[in-house]
């Protein structure tokens, strides 16, 4: 259906580098492209399913050097396809996020967060770094966030996942550096943006959470704290965390980690320090 457009851009632009980004149809990283579009890249925006599919082609169809997939990257067969491609920099974003307490929350529901955030960032990775590893040149950004830092009440499980993230990052950091590769990893780690993703995540908990739940007599209480944190920490400008992430993209030696936004990444770093 859409195994064209993965070979035939691999023929034309040498010189540009390639960049693919995974989970972006929407929020940070379609500003992040809204930026980068305008500069000599190829760019791979890939989504879920032929739905979103739809509609980004739709959105990018008068940019010749945008080219949009369906990449579900939990589908072995979607993956495949990702050996046609020689990317050069590699933005790691898909994500989903499941709210309930650690006490509590379906299995089920952990293990579809851990697919989607961490096991399909190792899936990923080691398809493209083969071929990094072959040219000796590339770059991995991990998106992970500062909830992997920080633990936050029923988001146990999202929190562990960007944990996750944060430490396959620094390991496999560590382990290229012994093959001389040149291939730069780093981290992007958000705070709280206004963008959908929060309120979905929070939200989904109490599709579930009825009569014999272990809170059913606070639910009400979390949920307005919820929504209050929301409402005074939430950036409604993605700017800061955008302006991050194209620097990790364009730099050509980049940082370990970075951050935004600014008050949020001293409260994480206040927070760790107090734990200590």
């Known amino acids: 259906m859409y195994g064209y457009d993965w070979i035939e851009h691999t023929k034309n632009g040498d010189s540009m580098e390639t960049i693919l980004f995974t989970g972006a149809r929407s929020g940070i990283q379609a500003q992040v492209i809204e930026i980068i579009k305008k500069k000599p890249y190829q760019i791979y925006v890939t989504v879920h ?13 008068k940019d010749s050097n945008v080219h949009c997939l369906k990449l579900d990257v939990t589908n072995s067969k979607d993956l495949e396809q990702l050996k046609k491609l020689n990317i050069d920099i590699l933005v790691n974003n898909a994500a989903i996020g499941e709210g309930g307490s650690m006490a509590e929350i379906p299995m089920n529901l ?5 697919e989607v955030n961490v096991f399909s960032y190792f899936e990923v990775i080691q398809v493209v770094l083969k071929q990094m590893i072959q ?13 992997g830092l920080i633990p936050i009440p029923y988001l146990g499980s999202y929190c ?49 959470m009825g009569h014999d739940s272990y809170f059913q007599n606070v639910i009400e209480k979390i949920r307005k704290r919820e929504n209050l944190i929301c409402q005074i920490l939430e950036h409604q400008e993605l700017h800061s ?6 620097k990790a993209i364009q730099e050509k030696h980049v940082k370990r980690i ?19």
């Open 49 to 61: 399913n032929e739905k979103q599919l739809k509609l980004v082609r739709e959105y990018y169809q």
């Open 110 to 114: 952990v293990r579809s967060n851990f």
């Open 135 to 147: 040219r000796k040149k590339g770059k991995i950004i991990n998106m992970a966030s500062l909830a």
């Open 160 to 208: 562990a996942t960007k944990a996750s993230i944060i430490k396959m990052t620094e390991t496999l950091k560590m382990e290229l550096k012994d093959i001389d590769a040149n291939i730069q990893v780093c981290l992007v780690e958000p705070g709280l943006y206004h963008t959908g993703f929060n309120q979905v995540m929070l939200d989904n908990k109490y599709t579930w």
């Open 241 to 246: 965390i955008v302006k991050q992430i194209v």
């Open 258 to 276: 970075y951050r935004a936004p600014f008050l949020q990444v001293m409260g994480a770093k206040l927070y760790l320090l107090l734990m200590e």
